[in-house]
């Protein structure tokens, strides 16, 4: 796997070369997920597809940023219910993003 580079390398690419900041960002993602354990790489593939879907929804950097704390926030708040609740998850209903109420919600206040 290439090596990380800093933080502040990282921010001066993403803003003098978008394109290849985000060329960089796809391929240590594609190196993490096949680094895992094969059984695993069909969920993070989809974690990472669902996250991509988020980033892209953002209409700038702030705001993308918001977009995924708040599903952080979504998935955490689901983790600790499983883990105090484990037989309440069995029959769960797994709501697409694109029609979630927070996310709706969330798309609203954003445009404000």
Partial sequence: METLPDFDV??????????KFEQLRQ????ETINQANSG???RLKAQ????????SRGKN??????????ELQRQLARFAQT??????QENAVI???SSHPKQLDNADKSSL
């Fill in 10 to 19: 990282m921010a001066k690419l993403a803003q003098d070369d978008p394109e």
């Fill in 27 to 30: 391929q240590l993602i594609e």
């Fill in 40 to 42: 695993m790489q069909p």
């Fill in 48 to 55: 990472q597809s669902h996250i991509d879907l988020i980033i």
């Fill in 61 to 70: 950097p702030l705001h993308t940023t918001m977009l995924l704390r708040d």
């Fill in 83 to 88: 883990l105090q609740q484990p037989s309440a």
């Fill in 95 to 97: 709501t697409p993003i």
